[in-house]
């Protein structure tokens, strides 16, 4: 296609593309805009900033002078490069940024040139933000947050015209990829109700009961927040302790049941465990009196109950993941005040319970932001799980937010279909009541790890009555639950422990199968009592963490008996799983 002929495609595709947005603006009932109370803290962070920075003019004035020293370098050596002649670049992207791959960032001087003009001042302005003096430490962090926000927005991947991966396909396709990314980017403001939600998956590929979370098992119980899933048996004996999990109600249980070949559920029934797994419901806003404490009653204090009307067994192992083991934290410390021994071990799966240091999480955490969330939970009765979802991944926006901006919208593709993003993005909602006591206790106060910081039921929770023996997996590279700060809740208990550390992120690093082999793992006898001496200790493994763990609960699981086949027991079976919760959407 000639130059001429691509234009008056582009004139035409303009004109088309303001009919599309024409009709979906006569859609829309109603406009969504930025909350006032978002927008107002971001300018007190950055007022605090100023003033900081205005205090110190002269250090101001030197980060400025380097910038454009090296400014100058690379317009030199750009020049070098169209005379050409060889020249050394004045900076690179960091090892792992994925956004320069294409290699019209290297081969072109003119995109080399827009590369690092953007690296450059990246550069600058993260370091003049962090290089301040006198902001204190919650403070710094979240200015240089919104920074990096608002730094990765501005990449030049992420325009048309300076991403030349992009330019070449509106060249290929005489710009009819820019239309197919209008049509997407339409039909995702539409699917997130005038709120943009990018679809990370193809949504059509996957389906909860047919692909997704497909391990034979029945409901066997279920109340108004949770149904009780039994697992069929894949062994004729089985271990005579059963196991049960308690995933997080911040999202879908079936992360640990994705497909047959990722299943952590799936292998260990195929390991010869009893399996239950607790499905949260997905709150609306008749949910929003519901506090913690009627999560850990309904949640796995009523699973407990269940599991010894269905096989007859009053001790069980338990594995809680993420915030499901930081519910499991309480729940038995709640049960050793009350002399309760039911439980046979602890797992904790990524789960904090000191968060001395949670992550990156806790710059969305102060009395002014807690206030304003809490003011939006109370005019609904929840907190619904598009917002959390958004902020997750606004931890990774590369990743998760502007890598498929760049693919749906830009390049027009669809999204490729991808299970774990799937479960991603079905999303659940928080009762208001339960929510604010998590983050006001936990992230903000973090009250779990005092004796009795706080009371659940009447009873003040005390972490060191527990004498159970735990075991603690974390992942190295994750930004929501840092591996040292799960460390921590090793030595907040009584027992013996262990702790075990995988490789890659909060979800990578759960998921990670022994047949793919893709993430090693640490282990260590001894726990020390920082995470730092505790690595030092440590020994790395190739592949997965599974077989350690399992090996960790068999010792911990009795002897064999016949396996129990759902409704063998005291407990008539309800539905297959995965069971109407899990269907439910948000």
């Known amino acids: 296609m000639d130059v001429h002929e691509l234009s008056r495609t582009l004139v035409d595709i303009s004109t088309r593309s303001q009919e599309l947005v024409n009709e979906f603006v006569t859609r829309e009932q109603s406009a969504h805009r930025i909350d006032m109370d978002d927008a107002l803290h971001l300018v007190g962070l950055f007022q605090q900033l100023t003033s900081r920075m205005v205090t110190n003019p002269v250090e101001l004035a030197q980060g400025q002078i380097a910038f454009w020293q090296d400014y100058l370098q690379l317009i030199n050596s750009t020049a070098l490069r169209m005379l050409g002649q060889p020249s050394e670049s004045v900076i690179h992207p960091a090892r792992g940024d994925k956004r320069f791959a294409h290699d019209a960032w290297d081969d072109s001087p003119l995109f080399d040139f827009i590369k690092q003009s953007y690296l450059l001042a990246a550069d600058y302005v993260h370091s003049t933000v962090c290089n301040v003096d006198g902001l204190d430490e919650a403070t710094a962090r979240k200015v240089d947050f919104h920074t990096r926000q608002f ?9 048309v015209a300076t991403n030349p991966e992009v330019l070449e396909r509106t060249v290929e396709t005489g710009g009819q990829n820019l239309l197919r990314g209008l049509r997407n980017l339409l039909d995702d403001l539409s699917s997130g109700n005038g709120r943009l939600r990018i679809s990370m998956t193809d949504t059509e590929a996957f389906e909860v009961g ?8 029945k409901v066997v119980y279920q109340n108004e927040l949770i149904q009780l899933i039994q697992y069929s048996p894949a062994t004729e004996q089985v271990y005579q302790r059963p196991l049960l999990f308690v995933p997080p109600w911040i999202n879908k249980y079936y992360i640990l049941d994705l497909q047959p070949g990722n299943s952590l559920i799936r292998y260990m029934v195929e390991q010869g465990h009893t399996v239950f797994v607790i499905s949260w419901k997905n709150p609306t806003s008749e949910y929003a009196d519901m506090d913690f404490e009627d999560y850990m009653f309904l949640g796995p204090l009523a699973a407990l109950d269940a599991i010894e009307q269905a096989t007859g067994e009053r001790s069980v192992n338990v594995a809680g993941y993420c915030l499901g083991g930081t519910l499991m934290g309480a729940a038995a410390a709640y049960m050793a005040a009350q002399g309760d021994d039911r439980l046979g071990s602890i797992t904790f799966l990524t789960a904090m319970l000191d968060f001395s240091w949670p992550g990156e999480l806790e710059i969305f955490i102060d009395e002014e932001q807690l ?8 005019s609904q009765g929840y907190l619904e799980g598009n917002a959390m979802a958004t902020t997750m991944a606004t931890l990774r926006a590369n990743d998760l937010i502007w890598s498929f901006f760049i693919n749906n919208y830009l390049k027009g593709d669809d999204p490729f279909p991808f299970d774990l993003l799937y479960w991603n993005q079905d999303c ?5 009541r339960m929510h604010a006591f998590y983050l006001r206790n936990m992230y903000q106060e973090n009250r779990l790890k005092e004796p009795g910081g706080i009371e659940l039921g009447g009873v003040p929770i005390d972490l060191q009555r527990i004498r ?21 809740g090793v030595h907040l208990m ?3 422990n262990r702790f075990i550390l995988g490789g890659a992120g909060h979800i990578a690093g759960i998921v990670n199968p022994p047949a793919r082999a893709k993430y090693a793992y640490w282990t260590s006898d001894a726990t020390p009592p920082t995470g730092a001496e505790w690595l030092d200790t440590a020994t790395r493994h190739e592949g997965s963490w599974w077989p350690e763990w399992n090996q960790w609960l068999v010792d911990r699981a009795g002897g064999t008996v016949p396996a129990r086949t759902p409704g063998d027991g005291g407990l008539t079976p309800i539905e297959d799983a995965p069971g109407s919760y899990v269907r439910e959407k948000a």
């Open 468 to 488: 159970t023996p735990h075991c603690f997996v974390a992942a190295r590279e994750d930004h929501i639950a840092p591996w040292h700060t799960c460390y921590r």
């Open 494 to 496: 009584q027992g013996d």
């Open 371 to 378: 206030d304003n969330l809490e003011r939006r939970m109370e």
């Open 151 to 159: 730094v990765d927005a501005l990449s030049p991947t992420n325009f």
């Open 210 to 217: 047919r692909n997704l979370a497909v391990t034979p098992g």
């Open 428 to 432: 659940t909602n928080m009762p208001a």
